[in-house]
C-alpha cells in the first residue's frame, strides 16, 4: 500500500526557512517520481518541484529556483524539501505525490511529469504560513 505522510509545516517569519519532509512506505524510492506541490486559498494546486532519486533528476518551477532545493534519501524512505528565503506568498499547503518512474521520463526529464494530474497518490499535506 503506497503511502505517504509530509511533516516540517508551521509558521515562520518572511525570509525565514523551513524543511519539509515526505516519508514513504509500501514503494521504492528508486522507482518512483516524488513531486511536492502547493495550493493556496483559491488557488489552483501548482508544482513546487519534482525528483527521481534514481538518476537525480530533478525539476524546479521557475520562480522558485535558487530559493528551495529538493534531495532524496532512499535509505530512509524520505524526501526533503529545503525552503529558504520563504515570502508571504509562498503561504499554501504543501502536498508530496508519487508516480510510477517510467522510460519516458527517464529519457527526458522529471519536468514533463511536474504536474498534478499526473500523480495518483498524496500525502495528507502540511501548512506553510510566512507571516510577521
Known amino acids: 500500500q503506497v503511502q505517504l505522510v509530509e511533516s516540517g509545516g508551521g509558521l515562520v517569519q518572511p525570509g525565514g526557512s523551513l524543511r519539509l519532509s515526505c516519508a514513504v512506505s509500501?514503494?521504492?524510492?528508486?522507482?518512483?517520481?516524488i513531486g511536492w506541490f502547493r495550493q493556496a486559498p483559491g488557488k489552483e494546486r501548482e508544482g513546487v518541484s519534482c525528483?527521481?532519486?534514481?538518476?537525480?533528476?530533478?525539476y524546479y518551477a521557475d520562480s522558485l529556483k535558487g530559493r528551495f532545493t529538493v534531495s532524496s534519501n532512499n535509505a530512509k524512505s524520505t524526501v526533503y524539501l529545503e525552503m529558504n528565503s520563504l515570502k508571504p506568498e509562498d503561504t499554501a499547503v504543501y502536498y508530496c505525490?508519487?508516480?510510477?518512474?517510467?522510460?519516458?521520463?527517464?529519457?527526458?526529464?522529471?519536468?514533463?511529469?511536474?504536474?498534478?494530474?499526473?500523480?495518483?497518490?498524496w500525502g495528507q499535506g502540511t501548512q506553510v504560513t510566512v507571516s510577521s
Open positions: 505525490a508519487a508516480r510510477l518512474l517510467d522510460l519516458q521520463t527517464m529519457i527526458t526529464s522529471v519536468q514533463t511529469v511536474c504536474v498534478a494530474s499526473q500523480f495518483g497518490s
Open positions: 525528483i527521481s532519486s534514481r538518476d537525480n533528476n530533478t
Open positions: 509500501g514503494f521504492s524510492l528508486d522507482y518512483y517520481v
